[in-house]
């Protein structure tokens, strides 16, 4: 079991203190490991599969029809009427997720126009391609979720390190950095995106390394301000006077002080790159065309007004995790409070 620090200690009583951020920690990491389980809740491939007295697992490995007793060498479709019938005949049974369909799986027995309406089968309905919003939509938090936390990380590494440098040293360090911020932060990301999208196909690592080029921005200034400060205190000047580097002074004396303001930061980071790439999806720059998103959700319902269900699933999605974000960031901005 790790053990706090005293200072850390109050700190996370300060943290429990603020009741809703608290519990809202708890359900993102509900949603979170949810949806990073997906292929166990929503898959047209059952969990559990048995036939002729073996145990297969579908969801993990890729079956041929002839392995599970059937003619043909390809992957049987699991949810057809003669795949069922074939394993009954067999004595054996499938154990499907409550979901029984994929963020790509497309409902081909639907008796009205797509997009349907929320049913037993499609619990939130289907989207214009007769896909389960339910499904896209657990896949598309997980996506969503994965790359505000990548994109979070790279920013925090770059910024940190930036802002250190300049306040650290000062001087020359911080007036040509300070200038090169000005220069970068100038650049109209939006329009760079818009450009390079015509060359390169849009994907998730391409949407992250031009979007890590300027989110890292965020951080400099809150680092560059408090290592300004740290540097000229006591135990910083007897440290150096000890005969500490450069490097040590910073990690060990001045970076701990400093990481206290921009840790408040990092949800609202994750609130601001999640945002980002559904405004990205919603204009048909984002993730590659098909690929589950809360964007393409948006940009469907808008599409398609007859069917409400599509802009409210996404909506509530969305709203549901920026809230959780911003009750988080604000229990951690009381809980790191130099004044508290």
Same mark, same amino acid.
């Given at each position: 079991?790790?053990?706090?620090?005293?200072?850390?200690?109050?700190? @996370?009583?300060?943290?429990?203190?603020?009741?809703?951020?608290?519990?809202?920690?708890?359900?993102?990491?509900?949603?979170?490991?949810? =949806?990073?389980?997906?292929?166990?809740?929503?898959?047209?491939?059952?969990? &559990?599969?048995?036939?002729?007295?073996? @145990?297969?697992?579908?969801?993990?490995?890729?079956?041929?029809?002839?392995?599970?007793?059937?003619?043909?060498? #390809?992957?049987?479709?699991?949810?057809?009427?003669?795949?069922?019938?074939?394993?009954?005949?067999?004595?054996?049974?499938?154990?499907?997720?409550?979901?029984?369909?994929?963020?790509?799986?497309?409902?081909?027995?639907?008796?009205?126009?797509?997009? =349907?309406?929320?049913?037993?089968?499609?619990?939130?309905?289907?989207?214009?391609?007769?896909?389960?919003?339910?499904?896209? !939509?657990?896949? %598309?938090?997980? &996506?969503?979720?994965?790359?505000?936390?990548?994109?979070?990380?790279?920013?925090?590494?770059?910024?940190?390190? !930036?802002?250190?440098?300049?306040?650290?040293?000062?001087?020359?360090?911080?007036? #040509?950095?300070?200038?090169?911020?000005?220069?970068?932060?100038?650049?109209?990301?939006?329009?760079?995106?818009?450009?390079?999208?015509?060359?390169?196909?849009?994907?998730?690592?391409?949407?992250?390394?031009?979007?890590?080029?300027?989110?890292?921005?965020?951080?400099?200034?809150?680092?560059?301000?408090?290592?300004?400060?740290?540097?000229?205190?006591?135990?910083?000047?007897?440290?150096?006077?000890?005969?500490?580097?450069?490097?040590?002074?910073?990690?060990?004396?001045?970076?701990?002080?400093?990481?206290?303001?921009?840790? =408040? #930061?990092?949800?609202?980071?994750?609130?601001?790159?999640?945002?980002?790439?559904?405004?990205?999806?919603?204009?048909?720059? %984002?993730?590659?065309?098909?690929?589950?998103?809360?964007?393409?959700?948006?940009?469907?319902?808008?599409?398609?007004?007859?069917?409400?269900?599509?802009?409210?699933?996404? *909506?509530?999605?969305?709203?549901?995790?920026?809230?959780?974000?911003?009750?988080?960031?604000?229990?951690?901005?009381?809980? *790191?409070?130099?004044?508290?």
């Amino acid at each position: 079991m790790v053990q706090l620090s005293p200072v850390n200690q109050r700190r @996370w009583q300060r943290f429990k203190a603020n009741r809703r951020g608290f519990w809202s920690l708890w359900l993102f990491l509900a949603l979170f490991a949810t =949806s990073l389980c997906g292929e166990m809740l929503a898959n047209e491939k059952p969990l &559990v599969l048995v036939s002729q007295g073996q @145990w297969h697992f579908p969801v993990l490995v890729r079956y041929s029809e002839r392995e599970l007793g059937g003619q043909l060498p #390809f992957q049987p479709d699991y949810r057809s009427a003669y795949f069922r019938q074939l394993i009954a005949q067999q004595g054996g049974w499938m154990l499907f997720p409550p979901i029984q369909f994929s963020a790509d799986t497309v409902n081909y027995d639907l008796r009205s126009a797509v997009p =349907s309406r929320p049913s037993g089968e499609n619990w939130l309905g289907t989207d214009d391609q007769a896909r389960d919003v339910a499904a896209r !939509v657990i896949f %598309g938090v997980r &996506v969503s979720l994965l790359f505000a936390l990548a994109l979070t990380v790279i920013s925090s590494v770059i910024g940190i390190l !930036v802002g250190a440098l300049q306040g650290y040293y000062g001087g020359w360090v911080d007036l #040509f950095g300070q200038r090169l911020l000005e220069i970068w932060s100038g650049l109209p990301v939006l329009y760079l995106l818009i450009i390079l999208s015509g060359f390169v196909e849009p994907g998730f690592w391409w949407l992250l390394g031009i979007m890590a080029a300027f989110s890292w921005l965020t951080l400099v200034d809150v680092v560059r301000a408090e290592v300004l400060r740290g540097r000229n205190l006591e135990y910083v000047k007897a440290a150096r006077a000890l005969g500490l580097s450069n490097a040590a002074v910073m990690l060990r004396h001045v970076l701990p002080n400093a990481l206290t303001a921009t840790l =408040s #930061f990092l949800p609202f980071i994750l609130t601001g790159a999640i945002g980002t790439l559904s405004a990205l999806d919603f204009l048909g720059f %984002g993730m590659p065309e098909g690929s589950a998103s809360l964007g393409e959700l948006i940009s469907q319902g808008k599409n398609n007004l007859q069917a409400p269900w599509l802009g409210l699933t996404a *909506f509530v999605a969305l709203a549901l995790l920026l809230s959780l974000l911003v009750f988080i960031g604000e229990a951690c901005r009381d809980a *790191f409070d130099p004044r508290a």
